[in-house]
């Protein structure tokens, strides 16, 4: 088992900058692929970034490169969320997620779900 502990969401100006960060506990997150999913208000759950443990590469969606960057600490089985250049779409609440599934943009590689930390970005 894995749990896993949102922080860092909070309230910021468009433009302005944020930092997650995720802390697991209960296994190491070494052989985990760990991500970042979003849901806004009446919508759809949505991918936002993953790391991959075995090559240590990264992906994230279109809509949040070059501003999003996710990080992730084996050691200290810590995962982060740095956000800049934020808007008011980005407005939404932010699960971190582990998993081991082949599909890294899939909500159903994930087996581990933490409860989600709000971020809100004002106009």
């Known amino acids: 088992q894995v749990q896993l502990v949102e922080s860092g969401g909070g309230l910021v100006q468009a433009g302005g900058s944020l930092s997650l960060s995720c802390a697991a506990s209960g296994r190491s997150l070494s052989t985990y692929v760990v991500g970042w999913f979003r849901q806004a208000p009446g919508k759809e759950r949505e991918f936002v970034a993953a790391s991959m443990w075995s090559s240590g590469l990264t992906y994230s969606t279109d809509s949040v490169k070059g501003r999003f960057i996710i990080s992730r600490d084996n050691a200290k089985s810590m995962v982060y969320l740095q956000m800049n250049s934020l808007k008011p779409e980005d407005t939404a609440v932010y699960y971190c997620?582990?998993?081991?599934?082949?599909?890294?943009?899939?909500?159903?590689?994930?087996?581990?779900w933490g409860q989600g930390t709000q971020v809100t970005v004002s106009s």
């Open positions: 997620v582990a998993g081991r599934g082949l599909s890294y943009s899939s909500a159903r590689s994930y087996d581990y």
